[in-house]
């Protein structure tokens, strides 16, 4: 606060009425202390006359640019006459200058409004994550998180970023034992590198949304999407970590359309994906990649209030470096059943079938996908829990080692996922979390009979 006593006597240019027969203003200056200044801007500004808040704020500022109370009145007062940029700079001004919790509370959300009347959305955002930051209670909390969720409806751009490590005992999905048995084949034993290899796995997805159009029935967004994975092995592993790194790009377009019964939605994307190849037992890295082009098509509609079905196909051609593979082409549907309950939790219940052409004999196959899951909408304690399981058969009818496998290879694989967050512990509205995967995969090609358990550690956003 400034020390009155070091301060000159603001002169305050104040409208006054004359008598009221005449129709005419007269002006008089008079000198008040610069203290009842600010609380004569912050009344005005309350009251809604921004003008005489910002004539007020601004002689302040002059005196001193550094008179925090009056930046305040600046970054409330300014963008209420559509000059967003100077209340934007107050408030970020103020947010610097703020000595205590609350006052940067304060000046963060002034300067997110203000951005967000300017439409510099994302801007806006990123000074409601400050405001998280130092919320003074849970009420105020929630009301920013509310704020927030409410900015991202309207920014055109969405983004979201993931990142997670998960320690795992199948980083490689090797096989459970060396001893390789396949019908029709003779017994053999697995390389050292085709065995499960313990590790670290970690990932990050980073993808961003631009809307193109919007109408009340209808919108187009363009999309990129990012996502990579490193891992680390043992000091003793066979392989090097870099036989396991993978990077895929994707570019997007999506129309969606409201429909009389619903929602209707089509997808074309393209992109490529990079990954790397080692011989059996050797350390030398082949860098390989495939492109890939997709088509997809959704509908969904609601049943009720609290229910959605949804269903859904897509065509998908993948082209790879490697002669080896050649050319894929999958297609593939899906049905779900969604559900909210009057407590709020959610289940979700969902079937897939995908089908795969190839040119080389073992990507021809067959899976069906069903699972499950449910979502409590309450905190258990301190975490957030929601808890997912399913089944997976595959089937691929010409597979052969070194001879065709009688009756082909069937594969049965069982998982169930636990995701935890601990929203006591969030930050800037980012949310920690753990997932737990384990999986049962059962195969009469003994090489896929394997078991998987992995914990990660996540991060994600609250909005």
């Given at each position: 606060m400034t020390d009155l006593k070091d301060t000159p006597p603001l002169r305050l240019i104040a409208i006054m009425a004359c008598l009221a027969a005449s129709p005419v203003w007269a002006q008089e200056t008079?000198?008040?202390?610069?203290?009842?200044?600010?609380?004569?801007?912050?009344?005005?500004?309350?009251?809604?006359?921004?003008?005489?808040?910002?004539?007020?704020?601004?002689?302040?500022?002059?005196?001193?640019?550094?008179?925090?109370?009056?930046?305040?009145?600046?970054?409330?007062?300014?963008?209420?006459?559509?000059?967003?940029?100077?209340?934007?700079?107050?408030?970020?001004?103020?947010?610097?200058?703020?000595?205590?919790?609350?006052?940067?509370?304060?000046?963060?959300?002034?300067?997110?409004?203000?951005?967000?009347?300017?439409?510099?959305?994302?801007?806006?955002?990123?000074?409601l994550r400050r405001a998280l930051t130092v919320a003074p209670d849970e009420t105020e909390y929630a009301r920013t998180i509310a704020d927030a969720r409410a900015i991202a409806q309207r920014n055109p751009w969405s983004t979201a970023l993931s990142f997670s490590i998960a320690p795992s005992n199948n980083v490689n999905g090797g096989a459970d034992d060396a001893t390789l048995t396949a019908p029709g084949n003779p017994d053999g034993t697995l390389s050292e590198d085709a065995l499960a290899m313990a590790g670290m796995r970690a990932t990050l997805g980073f993808q961003t949304q631009y809307r193109l159009h919007a109408d009340a029935k209808s919108r187009s967004?363009?999309?990129?999407?990012?996502?990579?994975?490193?891992?680390?092995?043992?000091?003793?592993?066979?392989?090097?970590?870099?036989?396991?790194?993978t990077?895929?790009?994707?570019?997007?377009?999506?129309?969606?359309?409201?429909?009389?019964?619903?929602?209707?939605?089509?997808?074309?994307?393209?992109?490529?994906?990079?990954?790397?190849?080692?011989?059996?037992?050797?350390?030398?890295?082949?860098?390989?990649?495939?492109?890939?082009?997709?088509?997809?098509?959704?509908?969904?509609?609601?049943?009720?209030?609290?229910?959605?079905?949804?269903?859904?196909?897509?065509?998908?051609?993948?082209?790879?470096?490697?002669?080896?593979?050649?050319?894929?082409?999958?297609?593939?549907?899906?049905a779900s059943f969604t559900q909210r309950r009057a407590n709020g939790d959610r289940w979700h219940a969902a079937i897939k079938y995908l089908q795969s052409d190839a040119q080389a004999v073992n990507y021809l196959y067959e899976t069906l996908t069903v699972q499950g899951s449910y979502q409590w909408h309450n905190q258990i304690g301190p975490v957030t829990l929601a808890v997912g399981a399913g089944v997976t058969w595959a089937d691929y009818p010409a597979y052969r080692l070194l001879l065709p496998v009688t009756g082909g290879r069937q594969d049965t694989t069982l998982f169930y996922n636990v995701n935890m967050g601990f929203a006591d512990l969030s930050y800037a509205g980012f949310t920690p979390g753990v997932v737990i995967n384990h999986s049962f995969a059962d195969s009469n090609v003994s090489r896929f009979t394997r078991e998987t358990v992995s914990v990660g550690f996540t991060l994600t956003s609250q909005f």
């Amino acid at each position: 606060m400034t020390d009155l006593k070091d301060t000159p006597p603001l002169r305050l240019i104040a409208i006054m009425a004359c008598l009221a027969a005449s129709p005419v203003w007269a002006q008089e200056t008079v000198d008040i202390p610069n203290e009842q200044a600010r609380v004569i801007a912050l009344r005005a500004v309350q009251a809604g006359d921004v003008r005489l808040a910002l004539e007020i704020a601004r002689q302040l500022l002059a005196q001193d640019p550094d008179d925090r109370a009056a930046l305040v009145v600046m970054a409330a007062a300014a963008p209420q006459v559509g000059d967003f940029e100077e209340g934007r700079r107050a408030g970020a001004r103020a947010w610097r200058l703020s000595q205590t919790d609350d006052q940067k509370y304060e000046a963060a959300r002034l300067t997110a409004l203000a951005a967000a009347n300017g439409e510099r959305f994302t801007l806006s955002t990123i000074w409601l994550r400050r405001a998280l930051t130092v919320a003074p209670d849970e009420t105020e909390y929630a009301r920013t998180i509310a704020d927030a969720r409410a900015i991202a409806q309207r920014n055109p751009w969405s983004t979201a970023l993931s990142f997670s490590i998960a320690p795992s005992n199948n980083v490689n999905g090797g096989a459970d034992d060396a001893t390789l048995t396949a019908p029709g084949n003779p017994d053999g034993t697995l390389s050292e590198d085709a065995l499960a290899m313990a590790g670290m796995r970690a990932t990050l997805g980073f993808q961003t949304q631009y809307r193109l159009h919007a109408d009340a029935k209808s919108r187009s967004l363009i999309g990129l999407q990012y996502s990579g994975a490193r891992v680390r092995l043992r000091d003793d592993a066979p392989l090097p970590d870099a036989a396991f790194a993978t990077d895929t790009a994707i570019i997007s377009l999506t129309h969606e359309r409201a429909v009389p019964l619903g929602t209707i939605s089509l997808n074309v994307a393209a992109g490529r994906s990079n990954y790397a190849q080692t011989q059996s037992g050797e350390q030398e890295l082949d860098y390989q990649s495939y492109d890939m082009q997709r088509l997809g098509v959704s509908y969904h509609w609601p049943v009720g209030t609290v229910a959605q079905i949804g269903i859904g196909a897509q065509s998908e051609q993948l082209q790879y470096q490697s002669t080896a593979i050649g050319e894929l082409t999958r297609a593939s549907f899906n049905a779900s059943f969604t559900q909210r309950r009057a407590n709020g939790d959610r289940w979700h219940a969902a079937i897939k079938y995908l089908q795969s052409d190839a040119q080389a004999v073992n990507y021809l196959y067959e899976t069906l996908t069903v699972q499950g899951s449910y979502q409590w909408h309450n905190q258990i304690g301190p975490v957030t829990l929601a808890v997912g399981a399913g089944v997976t058969w595959a089937d691929y009818p010409a597979y052969r080692l070194l001879l065709p496998v009688t009756g082909g290879r069937q594969d049965t694989t069982l998982f169930y996922n636990v995701n935890m967050g601990f929203a006591d512990l969030s930050y800037a509205g980012f949310t920690p979390g753990v997932v737990i995967n384990h999986s049962f995969a059962d195969s009469n090609v003994s090489r896929f009979t394997r078991e998987t358990v992995s914990v990660g550690f996540t991060l994600t956003s609250q909005f």
